[in-house]
């Protein structure tokens, strides 16, 4: 999980409103770092949830909660949403708590945030800062990304934690708000595309069958950051700046993508000898041998710029399981492209 916390101010100096109301979440730090973080979260997740009970497995909120709410929608102005939205993120961190209360009171203020900052805030309103922190905020929500990617709807199932609790238009509305920003155009795109390698981490030692396997999560990969890409071109069209670069998120996604295969064994004897002798009759950098075994190896994190090497590579040889990476990427890029281009975003 990742989190931004950006402010201007600490949040017991902030006031909430003209009315006056004190903004005070006393504790906490915005810009808490290391050991201080899951303390400062749990502070966060105490204002913006003071009561609530568990139910069946959704977090119902109690009376103080539901006026604390009422308070911010009335009372808030732009002096103060860096702050709040700050808050708003740090609690979205404990959505994945193994402890079930704290986790699904963190999905319901998480949705409750997307919500008020769709429907109380203007885009006007928005500061770059407040948008970096709420792209955080979205990124610690991956499966609900994966899931619009693809087509499905938070609105017609209970498979992730925000379904029921938010519209796919109020998502989508708050990533075209962001997504302008490149800070947060990026939080989003790291974030995702590290949630799609612990997938592949997580999935490829055990799979029966690990060529589809890693075919198939790579098309997943694809198609979100596809999907990102569609919804930032929406953005630029309304005459904001392009902040995703879609050739060199492929361009990364395909290196990885053969990274992986040849860890998993997929890649052929020719293919790896390649990558020992195609670079001017030498080895590529990226090319080791370990206990007299061929390896690939790759920097963490690949860049665009040392990803070109691989993709030198690949233009020597005729790898059925490369050529199937190229096709996936690309498939899954479009499908993602389209759906983010048809995201229901409220203007």
């Not at 600490?10 to 050991?35: H, K, M």
């Not at 928005?126 to 929500?141: H, V």
């Not at 309304?238 to 064994?265: P, R």
Request: glycine letters at 8%; hydrophobic letters at 40%.
């Amino acid at each position: 999980m990742l989190v931004l916390l950006m402010t201007c101010a600490p949040l017991e100096a902030c006031s909430l409103g003209s009315r006056g109301d004190a903004f005070d979440i006393p504790g906490f730090a915005p810009g808490a770092a290391g050991q201080d973080d899951q303390a400062n979260a749990q502070t966060a997740l105490d204002y913006l949830s003071p009561d609530g009970e568990l139910t069946d497995g959704r977090w119902v909120p109690g009376e103080r909660t539901r006026e604390r709410w009422e308070t911010l929608a009335d009372s808030w102005d732009s002096s103060t949403l860096e702050e709040l939205t700050a808050a708003m993120a740090a609690v979205s961190t404990m959505r994945g708590s193994p402890d079930e209360e704290t986790s699904a009171a963190a999905t319901w203020v998480t949705a409750r945030s997307i919500e008020f900052a769709v429907d109380q805030v203007p885009l006007k309103d928005y500061t770059d800062a407040m948008k970096q922190n709420l792209a955080a905020l979205l990124g610690n929500s991956p499966g609900e990304v994966v899931a619009l990617a693809g087509g499905e709807s938070l609105e017609s199932s209970d498979l992730y934690g925000l379904s029921g609790l938010v519209t796919d238009a109020q998502f989508e509305t708050l990533l075209y708000r962001v997504i302008d920003n490149e800070n947060a155009a990026d939080t989003l795109v790291s974030v995702m595309l590290q949630y799609h390698h612990n997938q592949i981490d997580a999935e490829m030692p055990t799979a029966a069958d690990p060529e589809t396997t890693l075919l198939g999560l790579y098309q997943s990969a694809a198609q979100t950051m596809g999907y990102l890409d569609g919804i930032t071109e929406l953005r630029a069209g309304d005459g904001t700046s392009d902040t995703i670069n879609a050739a060199d998120m492929n361009t990364v996604l395909t290196a990885q993508a053969y990274v992986d295969a040849a860890q998993y064994g997929l890649l052929s004897e020719e293919t790896l000898e390649a990558a020992a002798t195609g670079n001017n009759g030498g080895p590529f950098s990226f090319y080791t041998e370990v206990d007299g075994q061929p390896t690939i190896t790759a920097p963490n994190p690949i860049t665009p710029e040392t990803a070109h090497s691989y993709i030198n590579w690949r233009t020597l040889v005729n790898d059925s399981v490369m050529i199937s990476i190229d096709s996936d990427i690309n498939v899954g890029h479009t499908l993602g492209y389209a759906n983010g281009q048809a995201a229901e975003v409220i203007k």
